[in-house]
């Protein structure tokens, strides 16, 4: 996967995207994992609908069946263009087939409202830089709050039932593009099922959707998910997170889940496949 460069999601030829090994997912071969899905869709909304005085407010994609490993098409349309609200709506298409939906909230920026609201004030730690120059920057780290150790590129030695977080260094969705901090909030924003439904036993949870709030857009590519709550009872699981950065806290994520327990992703899984992500260390 390494030999791939530079590092991105898909290869755009015209209105044609076509998938690299980046994104492969561990449930099953041959489809895509949620976060290059994630990007491709808000990618699309992000060119067509946002402006300097429109901003992404909230993102929601249904996930609700497995997206292919093959060349795929994205449009999009508004379906509300208002004074301070603007909504619109974007589709993934495999060979004609639509296998993903999205839709998305943009709001009109303006003045904070007087008054104060209460808050909860915190900042979820975020890993040592030292750790962050020692390995690829296609790497994520994983944390937990019973590790006892803090920060990992392992994600074996988070296997607790105690809080999650991740750290996420983003990748293009496309090969020569830049990316832009929504693109990455969203697909950072759809590992809010890995960090609320991980537990002791690795992660039995596919999640069929993923809803991103925002506050504010992140400051770079690289941020934080962290849970924020699991619920679950017969199978069906909801889960909240946080996405965070170096200046804090600014977006909510919530998604629905079902059990996926015949396929369930081990830690040693994942910590098998960081390698293929650039390595463990830099030469």
């Known amino acids: 996967m390494s030999s791939e460069q530079p590092a991105a999601y898909f290869r ?71 004074n301070r609200v603007r909504a619109a709506q974007a589709v993934l298409r495999a060979d004609g087939q639509v296998v993903a939906r999205a839709s998305a909230v943009l709001l009109k920026r303006s003045a904070q409202p007087p008054g104060e609201v209460w808050r909860e004030v915190r900042q979820p730690p975020l890993p040592p830089a030292e750790l962050l120059a020692s390995v690829a920057p296609t790497v994520h780290l994983f944390d937990s709050d019973g590790s006892g150790d803090g920060w990992s590129v392992e994600i074996s030695r988070h296997e607790n039932d105690t809080r999650k977080r991740k750290w996420v260094r983003g990748i293009p969705v496309v090969a020569g593009e830049a990316g832009s901090p929504f693109v990455f909030a969203a697909m950072a924003g759809e590992q809010a099922s890995l960090v609320t439904n991980w537990g002791t036993e690795g992660i039995g949870f596919i999640n ?76």
Not at 224 to 237: F, K, M, R, V, Y
Not at 269 to 283: H, N
Request: charge should be negative; proline fraction near 7%; charged fraction near 20%.
């Open 12 to 82: 755009r030829d015209d209105e044609v995207y076509t998938p690299t090994s980046w994104g492969r997912s561990l449930w099953a071969d041959g489809i895509l994992s949620g976060p290059p899905v994630c990007g491709l869709l808000a990618r699309e909304i992000e060119n067509r609908y946002r402006t300097s005085e429109f901003v992404p407010a909230r993102f929601t994609v249904d996930l609700h069946q497995p997206v292919p490993a093959v060349p795929l098409t994205v449009d999009s349309e508004l379906t509300r263009d208002g």
């Open 208 to 283: 069929t959707d993923v809803s991103i709030t925002f506050a504010r857009l992140p400051i770079g590519p690289e941020m934080g998910i962290e849970a924020g709550n699991h619920l679950s009872h017969d199978g069906i699981a909801a889960g909240s997170a946080v996405l965070y950065d170096a200046d804090g806290e600014f977006g909510v994520c919530t998604v629905s889940a079902v059990a996926n327990e015949r396929r369930q992703i081990s830690g040693a899984a994942i910590d098998a496949y960081i390698p293929l992500r650039g390595g463990t260390q830099r030469a």
